[in-house]
């Protein structure tokens, strides 16, 4: 088959960017579309033309590098898939295609289809884990938990950072991400002990960085590669209602733990 | 560099006791003190388990760490890619299992092709892994009474594999991650993402630093360490279709190589038996089915060559369950290299399935009978979830189709048992060194040696080099920092002004080709030979022809691509030579000139008990060859059985 893409290019943080028009032939239905778009480069090389740039590693759903909106929707808009385990099965010919970044005030595009996600790293870095110096744990059955907790904690802990919640959000919120980390600890007895300080440091960081706030749309669940619930939501908004009655304001003050 | 000989290697794996030893040797090495640590600076490589959890672990002790990964975040390694599990010698099920057997079992899958001392001791602390991941939040899986879950995995029979749904990797990635952040935010680690090390600064014999080009503006800086930790994953992309994260790649450990660093066993390469079948020249990965499937899934070819018939249509007397036929004790769960060489064997005979020919089946009917829909989905889920989105096929409805791909690398730097190179200071974590699983690595067991070195060992060594070495302090002016520097420069010119046709991935595509035709899951002789003419041929034409657009100072993935391409060239002729120079068969390693009559690997002890540690000797001579005897006190080698 044969498509026509109109990719967003963008040399770097400073230019202005623009859609240009590109015409893939020979499109086979078993390729990926990140695949498809290496055809595309390929040629594009061959014609000295600069290829389209793009974030990808593992190209199996599991690094969260991927991901771009295809018709403004984050990963293409099926169900429980990155871009990268998308495959050409479900275009069909003469499809046209419009390929644009995240947009987000928070993520800045880096080139073409790249942007900056460190805002996430640094959200975690706030207060996402539990405090626990290499070589103090106890043994890995002294504390039993739950089967439903532990579940619970996995379904949630399934996040990859792919950022694709914050681009599908029309507020740029990245409540889903902060609330799957959020719920994935909470779940466990080992991240009580932080609980409240975790849900003030998170929430504040993701608010440092330009993330607006969630007004319960839930675009983020519909476009969520890994099908992270809206309850993680829920979740840590009650947990950070909590924590703001409960911590005592040093405790938040000092920050960083 | 250093000129020509060969060099002293000492492996420093204590004697005595093997139960003792890493106590023994703990209680010998130095220690820095509180207060000095936190005017050592340490350079960590790389950000997946071995490299996140050292990174982690460092910055705790306080010490102050740089810490870089060439991806966004250091939570993208392809550490997050690991689906089944990792192995602790808990012995939680009461089954047999102790340390001792998890040591014999990964010294014995290895094809006595490893360092003892080294494998006694991942044994050792996997136990104390599962407790830090536990403590860290890791979500693994429970029984309803609230303990830990396992299950039996690739090879073993005890249940010994702890795993977090099909994401394990993942999981314990994340948790090591949010580790390093914590530190991150504590100020102790300062994380430099999208930086690729590009070369490796030794002042008077010792790794004192790096040279990083910023992937986001091409810029190059310099940067001091008083030690280097490199823990920067596999080779196995040298074969351009791998299950590898793109990104992967040999740059660190192959220009530290060519700084002094001895590369060992680059032979021996594992190669998966369960990914799925490739499709089309345009496929740019290839993907794994965890080998858990073999626990229940049941692998079969038909018994008539090229009988092209749908799986449905073939009697159940017209299939050959040929794993279960030729190994009645192990079926489905014999080792890796095993397995592989099993599924190319029924290929070559013509009885491969699928439009290639090049896949077996694996066949979950009789479990979905044995066990229904609901225990399956639970085990299995997210991987025929997976399997059906890449092939469009249900393995409820008709059987999976698997075919071995490269998916892990034995070979590595040369470390010894504190885990440093030959290259004082350089020090070499994970899949990025040779330490550990032989010439075959059992499943579950990558994940659990990541964490053993990051977690666990090169806290302790670490401190050891830096209290008995004097740290000067170095400004980049320093002879050395510049010629690291202009070195780089040079490959950059030279990769840029080439202005040839040919694309770099074209060239990835060839070199992959003939090292997986020669090289691959079965070598000989004359082959490997040819394979090493093909690649140095095609190196040169690289040089000359390829096409690298853009500048350096932008954004520029061609040119990442084609600086970690030619490394790729000059790592291929070096697996071709020590395939050649190893005259025997041994784990993944299946030279076709020596095997059993029955077409298992035949091991040489008298001539090939030894690990081939590879030293270079610059671009115009041939690499030369050291080798440390392997000794076994414990485990006597023996022809591997799993009939």
Same mark, same amino acid.
């Given at each position: ?40 480069n390929q040629g594009l090389i061959e014609k000295g033309e600069d290829p389209?740039? @793009? !974030? ?50 928070? @993520? %800045? ?79 466990? *007895? ?54 703001? @009655? ?12 | ?25 703990? @209680? ?5 003190? %509180? ?12 950000? &997946? ?22 991806? !966004? ?28 057997? +998890? ?93 690729e090390?590009l070369d490796?600064?030794?002042? !008077? ?8 080009r910023?992937l986001?503006?091409g810029?190059l ?19 351009y ?8 790649n040999?740059t660190?450990?192959w220009r530290?190589?060519k ?42 070819? *038909?018994?008539?060559? &090229?009988? /092209? ?18 190994? *009645? ?28 020919? +090049? ?15 609901? /225990? ?18 249900? %393995?409820?409805?008709? %059987? ?50 990541? +964490? ?13 080099? +830096? ?9 980049? !002016? ?8 202009a070195n780089v420069n040079i490959i950059t010119k030279k990769l840029l002004n080439a202005n040839g046709k040919r694309t770099v991935d074209s060239y990835h595509r060839e070199l992959g ?15 490997? /030979?040819?394979?090493?003419?093909m690649i140095a041929e095609l190196r040169e034409d690289f040089w000359r022809n390829v096409r690298v657009l853009g500048s350096n100072e932008e954004f520029n993935q061609s040119l990442e691509k084609a600086g970690r391409v030619a490394d790729f060239f000059e790592l291929g002729e ?45 671009a115009r ?7 440390? *005897? ?14």
């Amino acid at each position: 088959m044969k498509l026509i893409l109109h990719v967003w290019r963008q040399k770097n943080a400073q230019d202005r960017g623009r859609m240009v028009r590109y015409e893939v032939p020979g499109v086979n239905e078993h390729m990926s579309f990140l695949e498809m778009l290496d055809v595309l480069n390929q040629g594009l090389i061959e014609k000295g033309e600069d290829p389209i740039a @793009f !974030d990808h590693d593992c190209r199996e759903g599991i690094c969260g590098m991927c991901g771009f909106m295809i018709d403004g929707k984050a990963h293409g808009g099926f169900k429980g898939t990155t871009v990268c385990q998308l495959h050409m099965r479900h275009f069909k010919d003469g499809d046209e295609l419009y390929l644009e970044p995240w947009r987000a005030a928070a @993520f %800045p595009v880096v080139k073409d289809l790249v942007v900056d996600r460190s805002a996430f790293d640094r959200i975690i870095a706030a207060g996402g884990f539990i405090s626990v110096p290499t070589g103090s744990a106890p043994d890995g059955n002294a504390i039993p938990v739950r089967k439903q907790d532990a579940d619970l904690a996995m379904d949630a802990a399934a996040c990859i950072g792919c950022g694709a919640c914050v681009a599908a959000c029309p507020n740029a919120a990245a409540a889903l991400f902060v609330g799957a980390k959020i719920s994935h600890l909470a779940h466990l *007895p080992q991240g009580q002990a932080e609980r409240n300080r975790r849900a003030l440091s998170m929430v504040r960081q993701m608010n440092r960085e330009g993330f607006a706030n969630c007004t319960n749309i839930g675009e983020c669940e519909a476009a969520c590669p890994k099908q992270i619930k809206l309850e993680v939501i829920a979740q840590s908004n009650a947990d950070y209602i909590r924590a703001a @009655f409960r911590e005592r304001p040093e405790t938040v003050v000092s920050g960083v733990g | 560099m250093r000129g020509g000989g060969h060099m002293e290697m000492v492996s420093n794996a204590p004697t005595g006791p093997i139960e003792k030893s890493w106590e023994t040797h703990k @209680f010998g090495l130095k220690l820095v003190s %509180p207060a000095n640590k936190r005017k050592h600076n340490i350079i960590v490589v790389g950000t &997946g388990l071995a490299g996140g959890s050292a990174a982690a672990s460092l910055g705790e002790l306080g010490y102050n760490v740089d810490c870089f990964c060439f991806q !966004d975040s250091p939570r993208r390694a392809h550490s997050i890619a690991a689906q089944g599990g990792i192995n602790a010698a808990k012995n939680y099920h009461n089954d047999g299992d102790s340390v001792y057997r +998890l040591f014999y079992d990964t010294v014995k899958g290895g094809d006595f092709r490893s360092r003892e001392a080294n494998v006694y001791r991942l044994a050792q602390v996997s136990v104390n892994i599962i407790d830090q991941c536990v403590a860290q939040g890791v979500p693994f899986a429970r029984e309803y009474g609230g303990l830990l879950d396992n299950r039996s995995f690739g090879g073993a029979q005890v249940s010994r594999t702890f795993y977090a749904r099909g994401q394990t990797g993942q999981q314990l990635l994340l948790g090591a991650y949010q580790a390093l952040e914590r530190q991150v935010g504590l100020g102790t680690v300062k994380m430099y993402p999208r930086t690729e090390m590009l070369d490796l600064i030794v002042i !008077d014999g010792r790794a004192r630093g790096i040279v990083t080009r910023s992937l986001c503006d091409g810029k190059l800086s310099v940067h001091f360490g008083d030690a280097v930790v490199l823990a920067t994953g596999g080779y196995g992309n040298v074969f351009y279709l791998s299950t590898n994260a793109k990104g992967s790649n040999a740059t660190a450990i192959w220009r530290a190589y060519k700084r002094g660093a001895l590369f060992a066993n680059p032979c021996y390469t594992q190669i998966h038996p369960t990914c799925i079948p490739h499709s089309g020249d345009y496929q740019s990965k290839l993907t794994l089915m965890s080998e858990s499937l073999r626990n229940d899934g049941r692998i079969w070819v *038909p018994k008539k060559a &090229g009988d /092209k018939r749908p799986p449905a249509s073939i009697p159940e007397h017209e299939r050959d369950y040929y794993l279960e036929r030729r190994y *009645p004790s192990f079926g489905n769960l014999v080792p890796r290299d095993i397995a592989s060489r099993a599924a190319k064997a029924v290929c070559d005979e013509g009885r491969g399935v699928g439009e290639t020919g +090049l896949g077996v089946y694996l066949d979950f009917s009789d479990a979905l009978k044995r066990l229904g829909r609901h /225990k399956l989905d639970e085990r299995y889920g997210n991987l025929f979830e997976m399997y059906e989105r890449i092939t469009g096929e249900n %393995p409820y409805e008709v %059987p999976m189709r698997i075919f071995p791909a490269t998916h892990y690398t034995m070979g590595g730097l040369w470390v010894d048992y504190n885990l440093m190179s030959t290259v004082p200071g350089l020090f070499v974590l994970g899949e990025a060194n040779f330490s550990d699983h032989g010439a075959n690595r059992l499943g579950a067991s990558a994940l659990m040696q990541g +964490l053993a070195d990051g977690y666990f060992i090169i806290p302790y060594t670490i401190g050891n080099y +830096l209290a008995s070495t004097k740290h000067e302090k170095y400004s980049e !002016d320093v002879p050395a920092a510049k010629e690291a520097v202009a070195n780089v420069n040079i490959i950059t010119k030279k990769l840029l002004n080439a202005n040839g046709k040919r694309t770099v991935d074209s060239y990835h595509r060839e070199l992959g080709k003939i090292l997986w035709e020669y090289c691959g899951m079965s070598r000989n002789a004359a082959g490997l /030979k040819k394979a090493a003419g093909m690649i140095a041929e095609l190196r040169e034409d690289f040089w000359r022809n390829v096409r690298v657009l853009g500048s350096n100072e932008e954004f520029n993935q061609s040119l990442e691509k084609a600086g970690r391409v030619a490394d790729f060239f000059e790592l291929g002729e070096l697996m071709c030579a020590d395939a050649l120079h190893r005259n025997e068969s041994c784990g993944a390693h299946f030279r076709e000139e020596y095997q059993t009559p029955e077409g298992e690997a035949l091991r040489d002890d008298a001539n090939y008990s030894y690990v081939a540690a590879w030293e270079s000797q610059g671009a115009r001579r041939p690499a030369s060859l050291n080798k440390e *005897p392997l000794v076994f006190h414990y485990v006597k080698p023996s022809q591997r059985s799993y009939k």
